[in-house]
């Protein structure tokens, strides 16, 4: 066991209760010391420890003997009151007595060395501490629980069976083997058609692990800013009644119920302008509005043939209630910013475009699943076809290579830097 | 008597281990139980085969010796794969056995510094865990500087037919027994191996009239670089039966009587060429079974029916034997067995195959786990030459996996071992289309020449015919075909091309060959084998370019070396069980650690991350050193 890590895995600042985590190799004597406590594995303890002078601070701790815990290490996590003196003080002490300080992730990070789980499972927690939405939950913890893992296995298994009966094409020849081209192209059909089911899989996966992103869009001088500014609770944008005062995006973070989403606020669009700086706002916006999972498109009474003409998840808003009405017929939903009015209506709406045809995703994935997928992908779609005795050995080497760039999903060994990366995406005490 | 380098075994490890000691210009002296063995194929009479050919040529390449031999002694020779591409091509020479010897002994006899001597091995002189001396028959010993141990299958080799078992190393040969023990003593992990044989059949009594003929390949390839066709003795055809319902019927009425499956063999043997009962066995639903008769000898007697070896009792081998088409009054002359031998675990060695344990004994061949005639000769170059080199007190000569067949075998013994017997295949090679047999003297005899395994005669060859592709490829390359070569390209069938291409790129095109080009250019066609390696490097550059880049990536991403005498306990995340197995292989680079088996991700991952940063860390301590020192 290696020197034992100490971190706070709660967030900073003041709250009922604080985590300090310990794991590592002096984490049993840590908590002899401090608590005059037995290190029994799976249970939790109240005991008093002295800070300072005429302070006992009361924890609840829980211990976890390795190889049976998070790390693979022995564990001990500390439950005390959530104030940073006391986290600070309490860290000082396992410090003293032979921690130090964890580096970001370094727990998980130690539970992948220690072989508790793998590449893509310890991916998966970091994408579980980042979810934003209870889809996005559901779909890493089915990662972090292999689930994605599986699914990996599953391609390689398949691409495998083609790979036997290439490699002894060649290597048994001399033998009645009769390997069948056939049924290796057959083989090799369905091996695509799973792969082709797996990357979208994947892009489902990435797509909802990634920040839900709603665009507030329109001609000036409708309300924009007024509309994202009830949403997000905040005074983020400067509303004003002159045309065009917000000139860069400026995005806050929203949350209905259970999901979060970054809403911006764009420029109008104010197609007669000759003012350059604006002209460079609304570029902006329109790029925004490319990239966005839902675009509140606001009007008012006096821009009603106002439309951004694109398709896609697009929620009309008609704002100003309070002075006009919607004409007959009018789609989406009514609001006023000024007198707050409906905006429940709105926010109801806004989660339901969000987060429908979500909830399937089977796991969570990311970027870097995908970019390995797609490589695997180039080496299938460039795999002479029919796989023929004359081009056996050329198909071979691309199987191979798929083969390849589908196991660094799991196992790290082409690319040696991300490692870093990964595990410096964590926050400290994870 | 004195040497510098004694060679234990006669076989194809241990001639070629002396042959290749004598070649580097050190006194040698090999041991064997009888001189007229020296050479002997003990298991089918063929030499080359997928993977396999593709040692041998390498063989060749570094002027050993089992290649030419193969090609005096070759009565019937076809090329593998031979619809496939190229690089996987392979040759495949049914041999004589008699021939096959002879011309091996006489190979040695003419070898200047190499001396054969008769007798049994019986001790070895072992002092602070370094070898000196050994001792031949009761008490005659012979010092030495190097010794390399080739038993093959003698060490402790039991042969097995039905429910009789005997001491042997093969039918009518002694096993080494005093030697393995002393082995064992020294404490090197040792396993048994099981291998096993066909029984030999009488030509006369085959019904040849009714069976499948195989001719050899027209045009004749040859096994070795320098060889031609003339060479070859007086060629005749191989035939083809199966085994049928009765067959099978047979064995398994009798399954019970096998040493396999009655437990009496521990050995494993290779999955890739199982017994007869096996193969019924593990494939059930298989209703035949083919057997590729190979001749013995343009005057032998004797036919090999390769595909029943076997170890099951004589009454039942008459019987199945008989139940074959073409074999229904077969006369067997000697009864097939298996071989069960001692073996020890290759990963005790260094790559130039010095056992870890004893310094200066080196061993090669079956003693390593391998199986075939092939691998057990490669081991032998390799080990031969380095107990020279070492001698000689000169850099050691270990061919990487990147650039041959002998490095994947080396390398995949000292990090995988074994645990069936290993034989080559092409799929062992990440760089498949690289490692040919038609580039085997440009991928090896330079390098040898310079550690002294190659002759200047052959040295002289092989630079001619680099010579030659050198400048026919810049011939080649300024020769172009532009868009107004009307009268080219439409010889050629192909459209009009957009800008000059030039004939090298062209002979890219899969539709394009050599001869076809040079037809429509009207130029002169260079000599096959200079046309084959233009041709197919150009027809695989794209490949081969990202294969080399692959390589390249790869040196650089994990070929991160890692110290000798490195110690692992110091590694964060890596368990006990896995620090084990590092230490015990000692693998030189995280590229080889990756391979050992029961190696997990998360540990290389852990080896990587130390070794990254220990590595910035002395490049820091450095910059700072000579910031200083400036």
């Known amino acids: ?430 | 008597m004195k040497a510098d380098i004694i060679v234990i075994g006669g076989g194809h490890a241990g001639c070629e281990a002396a042959a290749a000691a004598a070649r580097i210009g050190v006194k040698t002296i090999l041991i064997t139980h009888k001189f007229e063995t020296i050479g002997q194929m003990s298991c089918n009479p063929a030499i080359g085969g997928v993977g396999k050919s593709h040692l041998v040529k390498e063989i060749d390449a570094a002027d050993g010796i089992m290649a030419r031999c193969a090609d005096r002694a070759a009565i019937h020779l076809k090329v593998l794969n031979s619809s496939k591409g190229p690089a996987v091509r392979a040759t495949r020479a049914q041999a004589d056995r008699e021939l096959y010897k002879k011309s091996v002994q006489k190979e040695l006899k003419n070898l200047e510094n190499l001396e054969i001597v008769e007798g049994e091995v019986t001790d070895f002189g072992i002092q602070n865990n370094q070898i000196g001396s050994v001792t031949v028959g009761e008490s005659k010993i012979l010092k030495a500087q190097k010794v390399i141990l080739t038993t093959g299958t003698f060490l402790n080799g039991k042969l097995f037919t039905g429910m009789d078992n005997n001491e042997g190393g093969r039918v009518g040969d002694n096993s080494s027994k005093k030697l393995a023990e002393k082995l064992r003593n020294i404490d090197f992990s040792v396993g048994r191996l099981k291998t096993g044989t066909p029984p030999r059949i009488h030509k006369d009594s085959i019904n040849w009239e009714i069976l499948e003929e195989q001719k050899g390949d027209v045009p004749r390839p040859t096994i070795s670089f320098l060889s031609d066709q003339s060479i070859h003795p007086k060629q005749v055809p191989c035939f083809i039966t199966r085994t049928n319902e009765k067959t099978h019927e047979i064995i398994i009425g009798d399954l019970d009587r096998s040493p396999m499956f009655s437990g009496k063999i521990e050995g494993i043997g290779p999955r890739y060429c199982p017994s007869i009962e096996d193969k019924i066995f593990r494939f059930k639903d298989k209703k035949s079974h083919q057997i590729f008769i190979e001749p013995e000898g343009l005057n032998s007697d004797l036919i090999y029916p390769n595909g029943i070896s076997t170890s099951l009792p004589k009454d039942c081998q008459e019987k199945f034997v008989r139940s074959i088409e073409g074999f229904e009054s077969a006369k067997i002359t000697q009864y097939g067995y298996a071989v069960e031998y001692d073996f020890f675990d290759p990963r005790e060695l260094h790559e130039t195959l010095e056992t870890r344990k004893i310094k200066n004994l080196y061993f090669a061949g079956q003693i390593n786990g391998t199986t075939g005639y092939e691998e057990a000769a490669a081991q032998g170059l390799v080990a031969g030459a380095n107990a020279a080199l070492s001698f000689l007190g000169k850099d050691p000569w270990t061919p990487s996996r990147e650039e041959s067949y002998l490095g994947v075998l080396i390398d995949d013994l000292v990090t995988l071992g074994t645990k069936e017997p290993y034989r080559m295949f092409t799929s062992r090679s990440e760089h498949r289309l690289i490692l040919r047999e038609d580039n085997a003297d440009q991928r090896i005899t330079e390098k040898a020449y310079r550690v002294g395994l190659v002759s200047e005669s052959r040295y002289k060859i092989f630079s001619e015919k680099k010579n030659k592709i050198i400048k026919e490829k810049d011939k080649l390359a300024k020769l172009f075909l532009r868009p107004e070569d009307e009268k080219i390209y439409s010889s050629l069938k192909i459209k009009e091309p957009k800008s000059a291409t030039s004939f090298l790129d062209l002979l890219k095109r899969p539709d394009l060959d050599f001869q076809d080009l040079a037809k429509a250019f009207s130029i002169e066609t260079p000599d096959n084998d200079i046309v084959f390696d233009i041709e197919t490097n150009q027809r695989y550059s794209g490949y081969i370019k990202r294969q080399m880049d692959e390589i390249e990536k790869m040196k650089k991403n994990r070929n991160a070396h890692i110290p000798s005498n490195f110690d692992y306990s110091n590694v964060k995340g890596l368990s006990a069980e896995i620090t084990q197995k590092l230490s015990k292989v000692e693998p030189k680079t995280l590229a080889q650690a990756w391979r050992i088996p029961g190696i997990t991700p998360a540990a290389i991952s852990a080896l990587m991350v130390y070794l990254k940063r220990n590595e910035t860390e002395t490049a820091d301590k450095n910059a700072r050193g000579s910031t200083r020192e400036s």
């Open chain 1, 1 to 430: 066991m290696d020197q034992a890590i100490v971190a706070c895995s709660t967030p900073p600042g003041r709250g009922a209760i604080s985590v300090v985590r310990i794991s590592g190799r002096e984490a049993k004597s840590i908590i002899d010391n401090l608590f005059s406590l037995e290190f029994d594995h799976g249970t939790s303890k109240v005991a008093e420890t002295n800070l300072s002078e005429g302070f006992n601070e009361k924890c609840l701790i829980s211990c976890f003997e390795g190889p049976s815990s998070y790390t693979g290490e022995d564990v001990a996590e500390i439950s005390c009151h959530g104030n940073p003196l006391i986290v600070r003080a309490l860290i000082q002490k396992c410090i003293e007595l032979g921690a130090r300080n964890a580096n970001p992730g370094e727990f998980t990070q130690r539970a992948f060395l220690n072989n508790k789980i793998d590449l893509a499972q310890s991916e998966a927690v970091i994408d579980l501490i980042n979810a934003s939405s209870s889809a996005a939950i559901v779909a890493a913890s089915k990662s972090v629980s292999g689930n994605f893992g599986e699914n990996v296995d599953k391609i390689l298994e398949s691409l495998r069976k083609i790979r036997i009966l290439v490699e002894s094409s060649i290597d048994f020849s001399d033998q009645d083997t009769n390997i069948d081209f056939m049924q290796i192209n057959a083989l090799f059909k369905d091996f695509r058609r799973h792969l082709e089911d797996f990357d979208k899989k994947i892009e489902e996966g990435i797509r909802i692990m990634s920040e839900h992103r709603v665009v507030v869009a329109g001609p000036p001088n409708v309300g924009k800013s007024s509309i994202m500014n009830i949403l997000s609770g905040e005074e983020a944008s400067i509303v004003t009644e002159i045309k065009g005062t917000t000139r860069d995006p400026i995005y806050k973070k929203i949350q209905i119920k259970d999901l979060q989403a970054d809403i911006y606020d764009t420029a109008g669009i104010n197609e007669e302008t000759v003012d350059e700086i604006e002209k460079l706002g609304i570029d902006k916006s329109r790029s925004l509005i490319e990239g966005a999972d839902l675009i509140l498109e606001v009007v008012d009474a006096e821009n009603m043939d106002f439309s951004l003409k694109k398709d896609g998840n697009i929620l009309k808003v008609f704002n100003k209630s309070d002075i006009s009405s919607p004409p007959q017929g009018f789609e989406g939903i009514v609001v006023s910013a000024l007198e707050k009015k409906n905006i429940s209506a709105l926010e109801e709406k806004i989660y339901e475009l969000l987060s429908s045809g979500g909830s399937d995703a089977l796991f969570s994935a990311r970027e870097r699943h995908r970019n390995l997928v797609k490589k695997a992908f180039k080496e299938i779609d460039s795999c002479p076809g029919p796989i023929d005795v004359k081009n056996v050995d050329i198909a071979a080497e691309h199987l191979k290579l798929a083969d390849i760039f589908l196991g660094d999903i799991k196992s790290p060994m082409s690319a040696d830097d991300f490692l870093g990366e990964i595990f410096s995406s964590f926050c400290i005490g994870k």
